[in-house]
């Protein structure tokens, strides 16, 4: 369960989240989305957060919960719970607000929120091309049918968190 940090007003359930952006879209405002697990903060995520921030006036990060983290990366993960890893994210000045989901993918969280731009990383482009691959990116449809855009962020090589991992147990091995 998702708590509420008292000196972070920007961690979010979803309906409060729905409500804050339709006053910031109201405003004039252009609102950015992004999801994922988001275990062991590295540079890959901070500069892939950065960009996305880039894009627009507000930076919404989706936070896939502990249960849909442990289905999309296995039972291992993630090490640092939801809790944790929302507050550390929503700390970033980059970031505007964060919300979890405990969905497998944040079609829902996407539908509700209606971003006027869903950022993913590069790794997610189809073989070939700079273009998305639809069929790992459930998410861009609804944004793409309510009239918003989905755009990559180049993927920063040798960083992400299972890279991250191998080398801290190659390093220190299985037993720490």
Not at 42 to 70: E, I, P
Not at 101 to 125: N, S
């Amino acid at each position: 369960m998702m708590i509420q940090h008292p000196t972070l007003p920007n961690i979010q359930d979803r309906s409060s989240l729905a409500a804050i952006l339709r006053e910031r879209q109201a405003a004039g405002q252009f609102v950015v989305f992004t999801n994922g697990c988001f275990d062991l903060l590295h540079l890959g995520h901070v500069r892939y957060l950065q960009a996305a921030r880039a894009l627009g006036d507000v930076l919404v990060v989706g936070l896939n919960s502990d249960a849909s983290t442990r289905l999309l990366k296995g039972p291992k993960r993630p090490l640092v719970t939801e809790n944790e890893r929302a507050e550390v994210l929503a700390a970033l000045a980059c970031v505007d607000y964060v919300t979890i989901f405990e969905e497998p993918t944040a079609v829902a969280l996407v539908e509700l929120l209606r971003p006027d731009v869903y950022v993913k990383g590069g790794d997610y482009a189809a073989p070939g091309g700079p273009v998305f691959d639809a069929a790992r990116l459930p998410e861009a449809a609804p944004v793409l049918a309510a009239g918003g855009q989905v755009r990559l962020i180049p993927y920063l090589s040798g960083h992400s968190t299972s890279e991250l991992i191998e080398r801290i147990v190659r390093r220190f091995g299985a037993g720490g």
